[in-house]
């Protein structure tokens, strides 16, 4: 059966490719970093045989007027997009996380396909190796399940997560398909909701009286659009600003995942309630640390969600939408951080948000450049910074027959947000990477090194508050306890 040498790309996936712009390239960006030295000849062996297994990674996506194209690249050749790098200096953590730095602020080659993999031969006394593929082909949770397919239990095999189609079933059969149902029938009207914000261009962000107009015709869906229409812009800080070209990135030591799930199950929060408390405790100091007043600031954060079945990730492509999260750094107590933390997820739980973004992308891809653009800019006056969080596999894994020490990765922001903040657990572990503008954060390193401050401090009110008698620690208590 033969293959066609051009495919039309989805709305979605036009979406970030034309998303694309010098001050923020629309990158996914991931480093593992190994114990032991990989051999280049083994790792283009284990991209040849796993990686190129997903025939979209052979293509490359061209822009034609009104739509873009998935085309064959007749001239592919894997030397082109896998390098070998020798670090010079200490070739320590300072020296790659300078690489990683240049390269998540280089455009991948328009003329190829938009990957490629960095092999730094020299890394302390193993390797590392960065990867760097383009948004367009899929989302972060697809893209590391991509890299976790490439990966095997043991030095020398067997495969540690193989990545096959699941074998399609009729659809009366198929009973996740039929619990699936209700919400693509949403993901429908997201998308109409969507388009018809297109048609009215920019309008109803700009205009609160018709977002107001929107809910009192009834629906969750409507409502949502008003109120993500209505939706205040958050403080203004140095995290906050038009971005330049040039990006830093940096990561912290890891936090035994053991006592993430220990502290939260002690404060009556989740493992993410408590990481992203964290994270908003680190840049709140940051900010004290800089002469800033920290106090009744606020931060909204754009959190990815997926929307689709871990199993379907195979087919790539982006699914997933985006929830406007509030981080309050303006409350000093960790623990009441913590709870409001808490309170503002539960807010969102129900919400049409993700749904809708999905729809707004699908919207965008499909309507004129200049309105997406028009519309990104809208959605990114609110928010300050992308937070992902992915739970990764807790068995150690060999990539290319070499153990994994640690795995991370940055998704792209989009329009002028300038700050993405990764998490992703790994064998036991919490792994925290940080990317910032090095015109607005020039010093990352300086928020990542007090991620682990932050937690201590949630660690010792566990430990030092008042236990009643069924063995839950009170949080009312326990925030007086930190405050006193």
């Excluded at 062996?45 to 085309?71: C, D, K, T």
């Excluded at 602020?105 to 960065?130: C, M, T």
């Excluded at 993410?272 to 600031?297: C, H, P, W």
């Excluded at 807790?394 to 027959?401: D, E, K, M, V």
Aim: with cysteine; aromatic share 6%.
């Amino acid at each position: 059966m033969s293959v066609p040498r051009r495919e039309k790309i989805s709305a979605v996936d036009t979406a970030w490719l034309r998303m694309d712009r010098p001050s923020n390239l629309m990158m996914i960006c991931g480093v593992l970093i190994f114990s032991e030295r990989v051999r280049y000849a083994r790792l283009v062996e284990i991209i040849e045989q796993r990686f190129l297994n997903f025939r979209r990674f052979r293509q490359r996506p061209v822009e034609l007027p009104g739509f873009a194209v998935w085309e064959n690249d007749d001239h592919f050749a894997i030397e082109r997009h896998v390098e070998r790098i020798r670090l010079a200096g200490r070739a320590g953590t300072e020296e790659l996380e300078a690489l990683v730095s240049k390269l998540a602020s280089a455009p991948l080659d328009a003329k190829r396909p938009l990957w490629q993999y960095h092999l730094v031969e020299n890394f302390a006394r193993g390797s590392a190796l960065i990867a760097r593929i383009h948004h367009c082909y899929a989302d972060g949770i697809a893209l590391v399940r991509v890299l976790l397919s490439m990966t095997d239990a043991g030095p020398n095999g067997p495969a540690a997560m193989p990545f096959e189609p699941v074998k399609r079933r009729s659809r009366d059969d198929d009973l996740l398909a039929q619990l699936l149902a209700p919400v693509s029938d949403v993901m429908n009207l997201a998308k109409k909701a969507g388009l018809t914000l297109i048609e009215k261009g920019t309008a109803i962000w700009q205009d609160p009286a018709q977002a107001v107009a929107l809910a009192e015709q009834g629906g969750a869906l409507t409502a949502e659009i008003a109120k993500l229409a209505l939706m205040p812009q958050d403080s203004p800080t140095r995290f906050k600003g038009a971005p330049g070209v040039a990006k830093r990135v940096a990561w912290a030591e890891p936090i035994p995942l053991d006592e993430v799930k220990a502290v939260g199950k002690a404060l009556r929060a989740s493992i993410n309630d408590v990481l992203l408390a964290t994270v908003a405790g680190a840049l709140r100091s940051y900010l004290v640390s800089k002469g800033d007043v920290a106090d009744s600031v606020m931060i909204r954060a754009l959190v990815p969600v997926n929307l689709r079945p871990l199993e379907k990730a195979y087919r790539l492509g982006n699914q997933f939408g985006l929830v406007f999260l509030d981080l309050p750094l303006g409350i000093e107590n960790p623990v009441e951080r913590l709870y409001a933390v808490r309170a503002n997820m539960n807010a969102l739980k129900d919400s049409f948000q993700p749904v809708l973004a999905l729809g707004l992308l699908a919207a965008m891809g499909a309507g004129p450049k200049i309105l997406q653009e028009q519309l990104l800019q809208a959605l990114a006056r609110n928010g300050t910074a992308v937070m992902t969080n992915v739970p990764g596999p807790q068995q150690s894994l060999y990539f290319a027959g070499a153990k994994i020490e640690r795995f991370l990765f940055w998704v792209p922001q989009s329009g002028d947000i300038g700050m993405g903040v990764s998490i992703l657990s790994y064998a036991g572990n919490v792994q925290f990477g940080l990317i910032t503008d090095r015109g607005l954060v020039p010093d990352p390193e300086r928020v990542v090194e007090r991620f682990a401050g932050e937690f201590e401090k949630l660690v010792l009110t566990a430990l030092l508050s008042p236990w009643p008698a069924e063995g839950d620690l009170d949080p009312e208590v326990a925030a007086r306890a930190v405050a006193g």
